[in-house]
C-alpha cells in the first residue's frame, strides 16, 4: 500500500470535512492524507468528471455526503448521483457514504444501487469509530455503522413483501404524491399500483378502509421512511 492517500470529500458543511481531515490524520496504517474539497454537486461534479482536463485525476478514496446542493442542469441531486458518476468516472475509486438520514428504505436502497465500501450515519460514529472503518475499509472490507446495520437487518426481514416497487409506493406517498399521480413515477398502472396497497396495507396490519396517511404512518413507526 502506498504511503500518501488521495481522497475527495464532498460536504456543504466545510467544518465537517475538516474533522475528518484532521481523525484521519491519525490513521493506524501509517499514511499521509492529500485531500481535495468540494461543496456542492456542482463542484464535484466538475471535479469527478475532470472538466478543466487540466491533468489525470486520480482518488484513492472518495467521501461523499448524501445531502448536498443539487446540480440541476446536469441533474446531480445528491450524493447517491455523484457515487454512480465516480462508479462511471472513477472505477478504481472506494466510496464512503456519510448521512444524517435513518431510514431504513433510503439506507437499503443506497446499499443496493451504489454498492459504497463504507455508509455511515454521521450521528453513529466517534473519532476512533470513523478511523476504525477507514482502516477497515482500506483493506477491503465493506463498513457499515451500526444503525446502517440494523435498519440493514430490518428491511431484510421485510423484503418478500417491501420489494422494490412497494418500497416506491412508499417512499412516494410519503413525499406527498397521490396515488392517482403515481403512475407518472412508477412503471405500473393504477389498478397495479392499488393491489400493491393491499399488501402494504396488510403487511403493516391496517384494517380496511385505511388510507395513504395509515401506510404513512406506519411506515415511520418503523423508521422506513
Known amino acids: 500500500m502506498q504511503n ?6 464532498v460536504d456543504d458543511h466545510p467544518s465537517m470535512i475538516e474533522g475528518y481531515k484532521i481523525i484521519l490524520s491519525y490513521n493506524n496504517l501509517g499514511l499521509e492524507i492529500e485531500t481535495t474539497a468540494a461543496h456542492s454537486c456542482e463542484s464535484a461534479y466538475k471535479i469527478i468528471t475532470n472538466e478543466s482536463k487540466s491533468s ?17 442542469q446536469m441533474n446531480i441531486m445528491s450524493g447517491q ?3 454512480m458518476l465516480v462508479k462511471s468516472h472513477l472505477p478504481d475509486s472506494k466510496i464512503v457514504m456519510l448521512t444524517s438520514h435513518t431510514e431504513a428504505i433510503l439506507l437499503y436502497d ?7 465500501n463504507g455508509l455511515l450515519i454521521k450521528s453513529d460514529f466517534s473519532a476512533d469509530e470513523l478511523l476504525s472503518a477507514f482502516d477497515k475499509i482500506m483493506m477491503g472490507e465493506i463498513y457499515h455503522s451500526i444503525t446502517v446495520s440494523q ?18 409506493i412508499i417512499s412516494l406517498l410519503s413525499q406527498g404524491i397521490k396515488t392517482k399521480n403515481l403512475p ?17 396495507r396488510d403487511y403493516f396490519g391496517i384494517k380496511n378502509g385505511g388510507n395513504d396517511e395509515d401506510i404513512i404512518r406506519e411506515a415511520k413507526t418503523l423508521g422506513l421512511v
Open 184 to 200: 407518472n413515477h412508477l412503471n405500473l398502472s393504477l389498478s397495479a399500483i392499488e393491489k400493491r396497497k393491499v399488501q402494504i
Open 4 to 9: 500518501k492517500l488521495k481522497i475527495l470529500m
Open 81 to 83: 448521483d455523484l457515487a
Open 56 to 72: 489525470k485525476i486520480y482518488f484513492d478514496l472518495v467521501f461523499l455526503d448524501f445531502s448536498l446542493p443539487p446540480y440541476e
Open 110 to 116: 443506497l446499499i443496493r444501487k451504489v454498492e459504497p
Open 151 to 168: 435498519n440493514l437487518k430490518e428491511i431484510l426481514s421485510k423484503s418478500s413483501v417491501l420489494d422494490q416497487q412497494n418500497r416506491q
